[in-house]
């Protein structure tokens, strides 16, 4: 596990860490399951069919996916996303979705080459 890299894909690697007794390769084991997690993508297709309740949905399990694994830049750019569907406010979801995307991406490149 690269520290590092995942330092600066947005993980707080050693919060991560605390939160499962310092057990590194169950940390990883769930860093690379993530890698195989569909909510992204289906909060990516729930917004673009403008399914606001659904969206809502996936984009909260994501956040505490993102959450409980330390990774912070996604959850940060999750949370106000979150908020947004949860108020029903699909357009200001829509239009926070590039950070949680950018974010997912950085965080991808660095998970599929654990």
Do not use: W
């Not at 310092?22 to 990883?28: A, C, G, I, Q, R």
């Not at 830049?73 to 239009?95: F, H, I, K, S």
């Amino acid at each position: 596990m690269n520290r590092y890299k995942l330092s600066r894909a947005g993980v707080d690697v050693e919060q991560g860490l605390s939160r499962l007794e310092n057990d590194k390769e169950f940390y990883e084991s769930l860093l690379k399951k993530f890698c195989t997690d569909t909510r992204y993508e289906q909060l990516k297709d729930a917004l673009e069919q403008e399914k606001c309740q659904e969206a809502f949905r996936y984009a909260h399990t994501l956040k505490g996916i993102a959450g409980n694994l330390s990774m912070t830049r996604l959850y940060d750019a999750t949370v106000p996303l979150v908020e947004e569907l949860r108020q029903g406010n699909l357009r200001n979801a829509q239009a926070l979705f590039p950070e949680v995307q950018a974010a997912y991406e950085a965080l991808m490149i660095v998970l599929q080459n654990l």
